[in-house]
């Protein structure tokens, strides 16, 4: 198994209040988020981002990180997976025009909505059944993206991305007392394996997950 490492630590943190989101929210909320469709990434604010666009300040900061600490260079490949619009996707080409890159989503309405010079480069796909062939790629990325699949799905998933890349790096839900339990149980709209960061370590190693990771908390 890799490490715990904050390669996200330059993304940009909006004040969240999860208890507010927590009182708004209803279960339709959560069955209309989880089809990842039109509502989830340009509808209501309820269903999910409440309106997703292309913005340098997000993933600009962070992609540098990535070059550096994986050693990326114009003859890597790089595997986005959860790559929605392929917004980091065009980040990445932008510092590595070379970069040999593909992002897979599960959701049709984002990869037909892709910023225009990344969507020849995505696929709708699966996490637990990558279409990729054994070490295709250098690195593999998944932000925010697994732990919205249930448990069994998502140890598969692991595994795929364990099988398709060198190496890879993950962040998914977690927690760490009860107090960011509370914090994850308001906030929570679409994912369905949520555990304790000790938990999730267990899992890893259960799963054959090989890769490094890292923590998304409230």
């Known amino acids: 198994m890799g490490i715990e490492i904050n390669l996200m630590k330059n993304y940009p943190r909006t004040k969240r209040d999860p208890k507010a989101r927590a009182d708004s929210k209803t279960e339709e909320d959560r069955r209309i988020a989880r089809k990842f469709d039109k509502d989830f990434f340009d509808g209501d604010r309820k269903y999910g981002y ?3 666009s292309y913005n340098p300040r997000f993933w600009q900061p962070v992609v ?3 070059i550096e600490y994986y050693s990326l260079d114009n003859n890597s490949s790089l595997l986005d997976i959860g790559s929605g619009k392929g917004f980091m996707l065009r980040d990445f080409k932008e510092v590595l025009p070379g970069l040999q890159i593909k992002g897979i989503d599960i959701s049709e309405y984002a ?3 892709s910023l225009d010079d990344i969507k020849d480069y995505q696929d709708v796909g699966d996490a637990k059944d990558l279409p990729y062939e054994d070490d295709s790629f250098d690195l593999a990325l998944s932000i925010v993206t697994l732990h919205n699949l249930p448990r069994e799905e998502c140890a598969q998933s692991l595994k795929e991305i364990t099988r398709v890349s060198k190496n890879s790096f993950i962040t998914l839900d ?3 007392n009860d107090e960011e339990k509370s914090a994850m149980n308001d906030w929570n709209l679409t994912a369905l394996t949520v555990m304790h960061v000790e938990e999730w370590k267990l899992f890893f190693e ?3 997950y090989t ?3 890292y923590w998304f908390k409230p």
């Open 111 to 113: 990869i037909q909505n």
């Open 174 to 176: 977690a927690y760490s």
């Open 206 to 208: 259960e799963s054959g």
């Open 211 to 213: 890769g490094d990771y």
């Open 64 to 66: 540098p990180d990535f």
């Open 50 to 52: 409440g309106g997703y």
